[in-house]
Nanobody
Framework: QVQLVESGGGAVTAGDSLRLSCVASARTFSMGWFRQAPGKEREFVAAINWGSSRLYYSDSVKGRFTISRDNAKNAVYLQMTALEPEDTAVYLC???????????????????WGQGTQVTVSS
């Protein structure tokens, strides 16, 4: 497992943008973002493989969010635009080795999680 540290959350108004960052303590093959709102289950947001050749987005963020990574910095980013109140949640960075199978959209693919960063969008 690796240590993951997120940053970049905050309180914004609907329509605003935010950029989340996550830095890992070591090289991490699969990286993704999930979110969890109060009283709701953790849900997939976006994921990216090592070579950035495979990108996945949930339907609710597709077209508004962009995931990217910088392997030289062991970092993954989530550029969020056109934010909506429904995007309010704690955003968690996830990392996993290549040895873990399954879909990049599933929590089963990851064995490392950050503490999360709060994103609050007001209307």
């Amino acid at each position: 497992q690796v240590q993951l540290v997120e940053s970049g959350g905050g309180a914004v108004t609907a329509g605003d943008s935010l950029r989340l960052s996550c830095v890992a303590s070591a090289r991490t093959f699969s990286m993704g973002w999930f979110r969890q709102a109060p009283g709701k289950e953790r849900e997939f947001v976006a994921a990216i493989n090592w070579g950035s050749s495979r990108l996945y987005y949930s339907d609710s963020v597709k077209g508004r969010f962009t995931i990217s990574r910088d392997n030289a910095k062991n970092a993954v980013y989530l550029q969020m635009t056109a934010l909506e109140p429904e995007d309010t949640a704690v955003y968690l960075c996830a990392g996993g080795p290549a040895s873990l199978g399954g879909s990049l959209t599933s929590t089963d693919r990851y064995n490392s999680w950050g503490q999360g960063t709060q994103v609050t969008v007001s209307s």
